[in-house]
């Protein structure tokens, strides 16, 4: 991966992540997801809609496993509906699972161990909507002061100047004329770079950023992306970023985890996965992507995303699959091994060659 990176129309050369012969040396898992699902009841109206009496459920997430290790950038991709924030709401407790587990540093968290404020000062996250960081009676001096007092870091001048810096570094400056605003009185877009310093200012283990730059103006994405990744560098914060942008995953993440219908299609070492896809999926997300070269990549997924409701058998992607064939549509695939830490789910993996052609 080393040619120029355009993220959003901006070129991300001094965001280059060069991993270095630290990072590559393994790191400690410090999150287990195994077997997550989130089911939701359909309400009455739609339900009936469908035809159906009862049961009839949104599998946002069916059957998802991953680790994370610290230190690590792990990208959550897929098109919208795939279940990635959900993931991301369930790893912080904020949704309860429907069955599966979740593992952080070891220990298996229960309902309300994910309300304990000890660990959500370790375990944060920068949500996709950044108003729900915030509550809306409150400055974000009250939001970051409580934040560092739960952390038990600095007396309350102290507390005021970490604020200060973690506003200033998320681009909000001057930090002074900000700080004191409420939510209503900041653009959605000054709004998440607030999240963001909630975040840069306690240094959690993992971060959980879902689309942290998409509501920011071009000028300042790469910055934004520059300060989690400095994070990320220094203070071996992991990073899990949930993104339907390929180009920011390419740039930006170690590993990725590619999912589908609440499914993961394909999941492993980034430059593997993004330089020879074994997942048809995965090849049309990278061909969608506006960095490709369209005539080296040029794969397109027929359609559009299916419901979650009326799931498709077999392989949840081939109503879509240029490659489907009659085991697609009855039998769902198993896990293959691709390489180290690397896997796919389908009955006919591409090549690049096959890809190419
Ligand atoms: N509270 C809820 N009740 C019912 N269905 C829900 C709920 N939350 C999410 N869903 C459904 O679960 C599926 C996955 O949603 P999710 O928000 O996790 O997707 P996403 O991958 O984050 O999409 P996007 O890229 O649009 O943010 C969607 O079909 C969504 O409509
Ligand atoms: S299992 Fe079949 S339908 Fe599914 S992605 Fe692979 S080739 Fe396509
Ligand atoms: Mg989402």
Request: net charge positive; glycine share 8%; charged share 20%.
């Amino acid at each position: 991966m080393s040619q120029e990176i355009i993220l959003q129309g901006v070129i991300l050369s001094e965001v280059r992540y060069d991993i270095s012969s630290e990072n590559k040396s393994s790191t400690s898992e410090i999150l287990a997801v195994e077997d997550l699902k989130k089911y939701y009841p359909v309400r009455r109206g739609v339900a009936d809609l469908l035809r159906r009496s009862k049961k009839v459920q949104v599998k946002a997430i069916d059957g998802v496993s991953f680790t994370v290790n610290e230190g690590r950038v792990y990208g959550l991709v897929g098109e919208s509906g795939s279940g990635k924030t959900t993931t991301g709401y369930t790893i912080m407790g904020l949704e309860n699972p429907t069955s599966g587990t979740i593992s952080f540093q070891g220990k298996t968290l229960s309902a309300k161990e994910h309300k304990h404020a000890g660990l959500s000062l370790k375990l944060r996250m920068i949500f996709q909507n950044p108003y729900e960081t915030f509550d809306p009676r409150k400055t974000l001096w009250q939001t970051f002061s409580e934040i560092l007092q739960v952390a038990g870091l600095g007396s309350r001048p102290e507390r005021r100047q970490m604020s200060l810096d973690a506003l200033s570094r998320a681009g909000l400056r001057p930090a002074a004329s900000y700080i004191d605003r409420f939510p209503s009185e900041l653009s959605g877009g000054q709004l998440q770079r607030a999240a963001i310093a909630t975040a840069l200012v306690v240094e959690p283990v993992l971060l959980i950023a879902d689309e942290p730059v998409s509501m920011l103006d071009a000028s300042i994405r790469a910055g934004v992306m520059n300060l989690l990744l400095n994070l990320n560098r220094q203070k071996k914060m992991a990073i899990l970023l949930i993104t339907h942008d390929l180009s920011v995953a390419w740039y930006l993440c170690d590993y990725l985890i590619v999912m589908y219908l609440g499914r993961i299609a394909e999941k492993g070492p980034a430059e593997q996965v993004l330089q020879n896809p074994r997942h048809p999926y995965t090849a049309a997300l990278i061909s969608a992507s506006p960095m490709v070269d369209k005539a080296k990549w040029n794969f397109v997924a027929k359609g559009e995303v299916d419901s979650n409701i009326d799931l498709p058998k077999g392989c949840r992607f081939h109503p879509r699959c240029p490659f489907a064939t009659d085991i697609c549509r009855e039998q769902e695939p198993a896990p293959e091994v691709a390489g180290d830490g690397w896997s796919y789910w389908c009955h006919h993996p591409l090549s690049v060659q096959k890809l190419k052609n």
